[in-house]
């Protein structure tokens, strides 16, 4: 039997939600891009599987396109945090399987969370995040936010631990985190206990923020 093809909605076209729609489209997905400015939605006739001009805090209008049966939503709305909210309340109402919302402040998270969404996405503090930990070390090439306190950073590798292997620096216990990759030129290394960090190696490393921070330090300080 064929597996069915997830189908996406994003309501809130701007350059947040436009975003997604573009990259679930260039990935073959059918997603329909809603939002209530018509002159917005022009930009995704070409890109998006449907475009439906639509207020979506109207539940009739909710319910008149069939939102019930669009796997995942994709709320983009910006600044509008009351649009923002009712619509998160209204597609649970209606019930949608899975919905997934841009948030713009902590409080707006907040709210959202008690309504029920399957998650939350805060660009702009992941995106500041990101920026502040790249320029507190000149070493840290990437950091990926996955939860309040739980992260992925990208690293150069030096000092203290070049030439030596994954077992002897025993990272896991020293530090509570995981090197879960290595970039080495332009290939991707699945390390092993044996597997030998050299110069120029770049550490993709997971765990907790603190942990982290204490990686990092230890490296800055040897």
């Not at 939503?73 to 909210?85: A, H, K, L, R």
């Not at 619509?87 to 402040?105: D, P």
């Not at 699945?190 to 907790?208: F, M």
């Amino acid at each position: 039997m064929k597996k069915k093809n997830t189908t996406f909605a994003v309501i809130g076209c701007g350059q947040f939600g436009g975003s997604v729609v573009s990259e679930l489209a260039s990935q073959g997905a059918d997603v329909i891009a809603i939002d209530r400015n018509e002159d917005v939605i022009k930009k995704y006739v070409n890109i998006a599987t449907h475009t439906i001009v639509l207020d979506s805090t109207d539940e009739e209008s909710l319910r008149s396109i069939g939102i019930r049966n669009v796997d995942h939503v994709i709320i983009g709305i910006g600044q509008d945090i009351q649009g923002s909210i009712l619509t998160a309340l209204l597609l649970k109402e209606i019930g949608v399987n899975k919905v997934t919302v841009k948030v713009v402040n902590d409080y707006h998270k907040k709210v959202i969370l008690k309504i029920g969404v399957d998650n939350v996405i805060q660009p702009e503090k992941d995106t500041g995040k990101r920026l502040a930990h790249q320029m507190l070390s000149d070493r840290i090439l990437d950091y990926i936010v996955l939860a309040d306190n739980y992260s992925i950073i990208e690293i150069l590798a030096v000092g203290p631990v070049i030439d030596h292997t994954l077992i002897e620096l025993n990272i896991p216990t020293r530090f509570r985190i995981n090197i879960t990759a290595i970039k080495r030129q332009n290939s991707i290394i699945v390390p092993q206990a044996n597997t030998s960090i050299i110069t120029g190696d770049r550490l993709l490393v997971i765990g907790e923020n603190k942990d982290l921070t204490e990686f990092n330090h230890w490296l800055l300080d040897d």
